[in-house]
């Protein structure tokens, strides 16, 4: 990875104050400068280089990337990559031609994750999961295969859902949960509201709150035994209900019926969480999300409900538990958010 004549004439901009996780960064067709990285099979590079919106000084080009088409980019190549998002503020990619399925689904996770544009010259491979926009005009014209400013209303309207969903949900069951956590408390000792640790967007640690299901020093109980925690870990860190003696019976009844998850409406109130996401995870499940993975999953909040949760997350596992929860990731819409709401009224209802 070589930088680019371009960019030793005119110097690397000082790095920028990085944008806080998942939040898009949309630069206009006429805008300013952005500082990219241009990548590309060796053929192709020359197209992007003297690309017009490099040459009227729309694009600085930071760093170049030869890519083997056949063979993609090795572990120490993308993490290169990588961390020029973090060392010098990179705003963006631009593809310079085709360079193979592995790479762009690398790439798109990469510009998701900073919530930053992925940009091609065409002609070029075009993810299952993109929404592509074709800018500029004539020999100008590039592929706009993530950043679309929609993206902006999309975060906006999202957002307004978990604010009225949270306070309704709140107003509705919030006398149901009283009623509840003091059923809790009676059947054994302890505060009812749990507050176990999970990650939040950015790896920014929080407290989500559930409805006490177990006895209170469960935790104590798993660090001091050994084989439970092994299984507990071996099952993507948690215990089958049927084999975890700490859950109390009543407990048992609330997790099929998902009351125990009701207060993390609280979080999603406050902003910890979403209505919608992937699931929140303690942090040891991290090692699951390598590299650009890992920044695409934390690009986003957790969510009270998600495509894992109601396809089958009793039944899906690491790694393709994974999979699943990135998938959302790669492909979120208002829409699709709907439609994971309604699935989990009709998958609440059933127990």
């Not at 090795?74 to 399925?101: C, H, M």
């Not at 209303?153 to 009283?178: Q, S």
């Not at 001091?224 to 049927?242: C, Q, S, V, W």
Request: glycine share 10%; with cysteine; proline share 7%.
């Amino acid at each position: 990875m070589l930088p680019d004549s371009k960019t030793q004439k005119q110097g690397i901009p000082s790095p920028r104050t990085a944008r806080p996780a998942g939040r898009p960064r949309v630069i206009d067709e006429g805008a300013a400068e952005a500082r990219v990285v241009v990548i590309g099979a060796a053929s192709d590079l020359h197209r992007a280089l003297t690309h017009p919106a490099v040459e009227s000084g729309r694009f600085t080009i930071v760093s170049t990337v030869v890519v083997d088409v056949e063979a993609g980019l090795d572990g120490t190549e993308r993490e290169q990559v990588e961390r020029l998002f973090d060392q010098v503020s990179v705003d963006g990619i631009l593809l310079a031609g085709p360079v193979g399925p592995g790479v762009v689904e690398w790439a798109t996770d990469v510009a998701l994750g900073h919530g930053s544009p992925l940009w091609a010259v065409m002609p070029t491979e075009t993810p299952a999961t993109a929404r592509p926009r074709v800018i500029g005009q004539h020999a100008a014209t590039l592929l706009e295969l993530t950043g679309d400013r929609r993206q902006l209303f999309t975060l906006g309207v999202k957002r307004a859902m978990d604010i009225v969903g949270a306070l309704v949900g709140l107003v509705v069951l919030g006398p149901i949960v009283a009623l509840v956590a003091l059923l809790v408390r009676i059947e054994s000792p302890g505060a009812p509201l749990f507050r176990h640790i999970r990650v939040a967007r950015g790896g920014r640690r929080f407290g989500c709150l559930k409805l006490r299901t177990m006895y209170a020093d469960a935790e104590d109980r798993l660090d001091a035994d050994p084989a439970m925690y092994e299984l507990y870990r071996a099952n993507g860190y948690k215990i089958p209900e049927e084999l975890d003696p700490r859950i109390t019976p009543f407990g048992r009844r609330l997790r099929r019926s998902s009351l125990d998850e009701v207060p993390q409406l609280w979080n999603v109130l406050v902003g910890d969480m979403s209505l919608v996401g992937p699931r929140p995870l303690v942090p040891e499940e991290l090692e699951h999300y390598a590299g650009a993975r890992r920044k695409l999953l934390l690009s986003v909040r957790p969510g009270l409900t998600g495509e894992w949760a109601v396809g089958g997350r009793h039944a899906l596992s690491y790694p393709r538990r994974a999979d699943v929860e990135l998938a959302y990731v790669r492909a979120k819409s208002i829409r699709r958010d709907v439609r994971i709401l309604l699935r989990t009224f009709s998958a609440v209802r059933t127990y």
